[in-house]
């Protein structure tokens, strides 16, 4: 069988369409490793209760561990498109949503979840480069043109063959499963209120929230905003894209909910926020507020999000794997290097383990046909202190399976990792448990040892 390496270097050279047809995170010791895994004892639980109200008997807190030139930056910034202009299957029609809050919703069932109570890491920083097909981000690594795409390679975990939603491949669907842990679109067989439900690419703007215009049997929406927020830590947004104001407005007062865990913390889920067209600026705004707000709280938990556009951007514009978007990869890469450097050299960053991925790849000039690799097959990085080094993310995962050359729907056994997967391996990097109602659940890494060797980030 055809490597996905191999498949993604042919189709980048060639252009060529192919079509092909809940745990909870513990932490156990290997004999030179930390497993995250399933199923610890002894720790901490959690009870959700039908009114979505929540118990915590606290056992531990979040433990801190011990511890190139840039390339043109002539990437695309046409505008977004608007409802009209999205394709009949990445929208859905306002008959079918809702734009009237809903201040309650069915009974949840009630679910116990633990967590261990050693974290690897205070800080999990999130970057989604918009549009980054795997398949271009391994013909510049193999030309030498991604020198922080390789960086992630040599000093990380990562896969090039990870996969985005399984039906649905566009920006706000799959950006909201990466924050919830849901899924976007209905599973078959599972229970109603499992899916976000929020399938519309665009920001409909004044009061329109994930909760009043997703799943209408979801009275709210959890995010890892949420989850971390709630437990006194520091959360970031940052985008380069309007339409993630939608965030920002599902997770603030008046559409937010009350903190339940402990002190009250207040209804502001994301502490800072910021939208961007300019990414060198966004990127160095964003670094400002990372530093700042993780060193307010060294003991964390911080959960911190960059987004950067100008990849998708310069696809719909001129083209995946045009000189364009080859130029917008190419920023990225310089512009994630230097968040690299930052965190290698900050005394309050110095332990944020990075995850890297995307919300979709591209063909042509667009990416809405989720039977391609070309658009589902996308990259998954994770870097930092206590993160094997060169290794295939999934020979040091549990939980998920390599798809070789398949397309697998999300309602079978065995699944890849996906996009949907990062809020949750973030929280479990932290000792954390997963996002209330996620099913995106059960990805866990084999991580090393704090103090370990070969431990670090290349430092």
């Keep these: 069988m055809t490597s996905a390496r191999a498949r993604a270097s042919r189709l980048a050279r060639t252009g060529q369409s192919k079509e092909s047809a809940c745990d909870v995170f513990g932490l156990r010791r290997t004999t030179s490793a930390l497993l ?11 009870v959700i209760d039908a009114d979505h109200t929540r118990t915590e008997q606290r056992q531990t807190a979040i433990a801190t561990p011990t511890a190139g030139p840039s390339p043109s930056s002539a990437s695309a910034s046409p505008t977004e498109k608007s409802p009209s202009d999205v394709p009949p299957d990445a929208a859905v029609s306002d008959a079918s949503t809702t734009d009237v809050a809903r201040e309650a919703g069915p009974a949840a069932p009630t679910a116990t979840v633990s967590v261990s109570p050693v974290a690897l890491t205070n800080s999990v920083m999130l970057i989604s480069v918009d549009g980054l097909a795997a398949r271009f981000v391994d013909a510049e690594i193999t030309a030498g043109s991604a020198p922080t795409f390789a960086r992630l390679q040599r000093e990380g975990s990562w896969t090039l063959n990870a996969r985005c939603e399984a039906r649905i491949s566009v920006t706000l669907p799959n950006h909201t499963s990466m924050i919830t842990g849901r899924p976007a679109v209905t599973v078959p067989d599972l229970p109603a209120e499992t899916n976000h439900g929020y399938l519309e690419n665009f920001d409909p703007g004044d009061s329109t929230t994930l909760h009043n215009r997703g799943n209408p049997n979801l009275a ?15 959360t970031a947004l940052y985008a380069g894209k309007s339409k993630f104001l939608l965030f920002r407005r599902s997770y603030a007062a008046p559409a937010s909910r009350v903190d339940l865990l402990g002190p009250d913390d207040g209804r502001n889920k994301i502490d800072s926020f910021d939208v961007l067209e300019d990414t060198s600026a966004l990127v160095s705004e964003f670094m400002e507020a990372v530093e700042t707000g993780v060193g307010a709280h060294p003991d964390g938990p911080n959960f911190t999000m960059l987004h950067i556009r100008d990849t998708d951007s310069a696809g719909h514009a001129y083209g995946w794997g045009t000189d364009p978007y080859i130029q917008a990869l190419e920023l990225a890469d310089y512009l994630i290097g230097g968040v690299l450097d930052a965190i290698a050299t900050s005394e309050p960053l110095r332990n944020t383990v990075v995850i890297v991925t995307t919300d979709h790849g591209g063909i042509d000039l667009g990416h809405y046909n989720t039977a391609l690799h070309e658009v589902v097959d996308i990259p998954f ?7 094997p080094r060169g290794r295939d993310l999934y020979s040091v995962s549990q939980g998920r399976k390599d798809p070789k050359d398949e397309i697998p729907m999300d309602a079978i056994a065995n699944q890849p990792i996906r996009n949907g997967d990062a809020g949750n391996l973030a929280l479990s990097l932290m000792g954390l448990p997963a996002i209330e109602g996620s099913l995106h659940q059960g990805l866990s890494l084999e991580v090393e040892a704090p103090g370990a060797d070969d431990a670090g980030t290349g430092e």
């Design 220 to 234: 709210y929406v959890t995010s890892i905003f949420d989850e971390v927020h709630d437990r006194g830590g520091f």
């Design 381 to 387: 990085f994770v870097w930092g202190k206590g993160i």
């Design 36 to 46: 995250l895994a399933v199923a610890a004892t002894g720790c901490t639980t959690i």
